[in-house]
């Protein structure tokens, strides 16, 4: 079984601290993703990566950074959390071609800023 | 650029009848993603429709692609409890190379009542 790890369930961070989120995957899988979900918007793509160091924005990448030192590891950082940014958090993965094949995802990080 | 619109946001519909949830995407994708969402959950893959004409099954739920249409169904038959869930589509945006990505709808809140 495909896993996708998340470092945390949920979290509560203050107004302007960094905040770090950290996704492991098990499978080898070349692709990594970032999303929040928000009621009434759905998923949206905040990063991707498809191969370690390289990266690639998505919709929102605003106010955000992502790092991929080893393959199976893809993190997020808030630089300076807004309350802005206060939602679920889910981490994907998948092989091959970022989105020919389904993307198997993390428990998720519920995370409010305040 | 792709978008993914899915209606109704919110069904709620009695155990025992049948409903169906819509999928219209704006522009060619090749595949068509159905996920399921329990509250507090990840997203879970139920299916994956590769092909104009493609149908899936597995227990009550079925869904089908008909991509001149843009279209894809996601049909629910005696609906019960445990089908209560957030579904989700995803097609795939095509932006060539590594660098395609799925692309969301807002989900479908199922609420079913005994």
């Known amino acids: 079984d495909v896993k996708v790890t998340q470092s945390s369930r949920y979290l509560v961070k203050r107004t302007g601290e960094k905040v770090f989120l950290e996704c492991v995957q098990d499978m080898d899988h070349e692709n990594m993703f970032w999303y929040r979900q928000d009621p009434g918007l759905g998923l949206r793509l905040i990063y991707f990566?498809?191969?370690?160091?390289?990266?690639e924005k998505g919709d929102i990448p605003e106010g955000y950074s992502v790092s991929r030192e080893k393959k199976e590891r893809f993190s997020l950082i808030l630089e300076s959390a807004s309350t802005n940014q206060t939602s679920m958090y889910l981490c994907?993965?998948?092989?091959?071609?970022?989105?020919?094949?389904?993307?198997?995802f993390g428990p998720g990080t519920r995370l409010t800023v305040t | 650029e792709l978008k993914v619109e899915q209606n109704p946001l919110f069904l709620s519909m009695q155990e025992g009848k049948n409903y169906t949830i819509y999928c219209n995407y704006s522009t060619t994708s090749d595949r068509l993603y159905w996920y399921r969402q329990d509250p507090g959950k990840s997203l879970e893959s139920l299916f994956v429709?590769?092909?104009?004409?493609a149908v899936k099954q597995e227990g009550r739920l079925m869904a089908s692609l008909d991509t001149k249409a843009r279209l894809s169904t996601l049909h629910i038959t005696a609906a019960v409890h445990d089908l209560s869930a957030t579904y989700f589509c995803?097609?795939?945006?095509?932006?060539?190379?590594?660098?395609?990505?799925?692309?969301f709808g807002t989900g479908t809140l199922l609420a079913v009542q005994p």
């Open positions: 429709l590769l092909s104009n004409g």
């Open positions: 995803a097609g795939r945006g095509l932006y060539g190379g590594a660098t395609n990505k799925l692309i």
């Open positions: 990566s498809y191969d370690v160091k390289m990266k």
């Open positions: 994907a993965s998948n092989a091959g071609q970022a989105g020919a094949y389904e993307q198997y």
